[in-house]
């Protein structure tokens, strides 16, 4: 198994903070111009979609860490791929592609290096700051190079959520967690992007983010980078999110006995390693 010291760490989150913002603004910038036409959406399900920005971002993602670290693997949401046996790029080339579609502003790039069952990198563009967030295991969180941390809400009621929701689970279960944060006195939000909930969390504007079910490239990124942050984040191992998938737990450390049934209710019982 291969590893890697912090220099060549700190080169990879380098090269994916630099195509994250470049992609991103490009991405940005052709959905500000463009005519419904030219986005060339296809629909992979109910509420799921691909446009011809996600194809183009995820190609250009690939080739400029490949180019730069030949050895790596690469596996992305459109176009796939496999962990290698070292290190591996997960990538979700917009996260929030419904949002993206309708101009809404909360979508991001997510990009995550991964490698013997630990996130070692994060990388979060987030069109509605124009900005960067980055991680690398054990060297803190940072946006455009300042650093974050995770709110220090301790009373539920000024505590803010954002619950994400997939198809893939059943709604009634995300009813029944709004009702329990409400009856609590957390206010919650919806935004469509698991990438953005989880920074917003780990730059402390929100105190949490849950979702039952997610794709490894929603969340590694995210994940990371909550964790440098000081956030308290449950989700499966590593092997099993990029399998399986799963639901993540991301809430600010003075609310976790709060939310420990949120924990309960989705199964966890150990983060991964971050």
Known sequence: MTSFD???????????ISVAREV??????????????TLAVESKGTQDFVTVADKRAEGAIRTALLDAFPEDAFMGEEGGGVAGE???WVVDPIDGTTNYIRGFRHWGVSIAFVAAGEILVGVIYDAAQDKVFHAIRGEGAFKDGTAIKASTTTDPGHAIAILGHSRRTDFEDYLAVSRRLYDRGIDYRRMGAAAIGLVRV?????DLYYERQLSAWDMLAGI?????AGVEVSAPM?????????????????????????????GLSQAPAA
């Open 238 to 266: 590593l092997a099993e999110m990029i399998a399986r998938g799963g639901p993540v737990v991301a809430c600010t450390p003075g609310l976790a006995a709060e939310l420990a049934f949120l924990v309960e209710a989705a």
């Open 6 to 16: 912090i220099a060549s760490l700190k080169a990879r989150a380098e090269a994916a």
């Open 24 to 37: 991103g603004r490009a991405a940005a910038a052709f959905r500000a111009d463009a005519l419904p036409e």
């Open 86 to 88: 070292g290190g591996t």
């Open 202 to 206: 780990a730059e402390g504007i929100s």
């Open 224 to 228: 990371l980078i909550a964790r440098e």
